[in-house]
């Protein structure tokens, strides 16, 4: 046997995350779907709030979105214990945090009731906490769905790793120029990001979770101001 460096045992926080990452693939049936979806109406509308003094961003409007999403698909929208699966008419958004070498998840609870610019302060105030230490297991329990932003780098689509007991899961990915199909044919360059949807499939099959990331893609891709966006 080679030698090997000086081991670093899984402990702590890192071994909470350990334990919950191999709990999730052992008790869940996970599928993952991905696509690509066009960010210009997005990037856009993150311009127009900061305009207006909001610092939003894509990823606050991809959660608003998937949020949009949930509320009518609400088999997305909940946890499955001992072999039950609970639905939740109340969207409890976690939102994943990479703090350092950890890996939290804080909670957003009533995310529905929310605009654009109330979940994104909620969303800098779970990153805030998390930053300061301050991440309480209070803001950390009874999510319904979680969203996972990958950030900057060269990946275009992943295949995140559910929350569990959670049984859909939303990953999001780098904007990278591409070229773009347009509505008429033409072929444009456009700001494109990989999004990848992960599901239970004890309870969700392949066809509604292709539906449902359809339907995240298409509301995502029309995001404007006139629906109440900003």
Same mark, same amino acid.
């Given at each position: 046997?080679?030698?090997?460096? %000086?081991?670093? @045992?899984?402990?702590?926080? =890192? ?11 052992? %008790?869940?049936?996970?599928? /993952? ?10 990037? $856009? %509308? ?18 608003? /979105?998937?949020?949009?999403?949930? /509320?009518?698909?609400?088999? *997305?929208?909940?946890?499955?214990? #001992?072999?039950t699966f609970f639905s939740n008419k109340s969207i409890h958004l976690g939102? $994943? ?11 957003? =609870? ?12 909620? @969303? ?19 999510? +319904? !769905?979680?969203? !996972?932003?990958?950030?900057?780098? @060269? +990946? ?19 904007v990278r120029k591409k070229a773009w199909?347009?509505? #008429?044919?033409?072929?444009?360059? =456009?700001?494109?990001?990989?999004? !990848?949807? +992960? ?7 392949? $066809? ?7 339907? *995240? ?7 404007? !101001? #006139? @629906?109440?966006?900003?």
């Amino acid at each position: 046997m080679p030698d090997l460096d %000086q081991g670093v @045992r899984l402990s702590g926080v =890192r071994g909470l995350i350990a334990r919950r990452m191999s709990d999730s693939l052992t %008790q869940a049936a996970q599928l /993952s779907f991905h696509a690509s979806v066009d960010a210009s109406a997005a990037l $856009a %509308q993150v311009e127009a709030a900061r305009g207006h003094g909001h610092p939003v961003t894509l990823e606050d409007i991809a959660a608003w /979105s998937y949020v949009r999403c949930l /509320s009518t698909h609400l088999n *997305f929208n909940g946890v499955i214990k #001992d072999n039950t699966f609970f639905s939740n008419k109340s969207i409890h958004l976690g939102v $994943a945090l990479g703090v350092g070498d950890h890996l939290l998840v804080g909670v957003i =609870r009533d995310a529905e009731t929310l605009v654009i610019e109330q979940l994104a302060e909620a @969303r800098r105030a779970l990153v805030r906490d998390a930053r300061e230490g301050k991440l309480t297991p209070d803001k950390m329990r009874d999510g +319904t !769905s979680t969203i !996972s932003n990958l950030g900057p780098g @060269r +990946t275009e689509s992943f295949t995140p790793i559910l929350n569990p007991p959670q049984v859909a899961l939303l990953g999001l990915c780098t904007v990278r120029k591409k070229a773009w199909v347009t509505e #008429d044919g033409s072929i444009d360059v =456009r700001p494109v990001m990989g999004v !990848s949807l +992960t599901v239970d499939h004890r309870w969700i099959d392949g $066809a509604p979770a292709n539906s449902f990331l359809a339907n *995240f893609c298409s509301e995502f891709e029309s995001v404007r !101001s #006139d @629906r109440g966006l900003l």
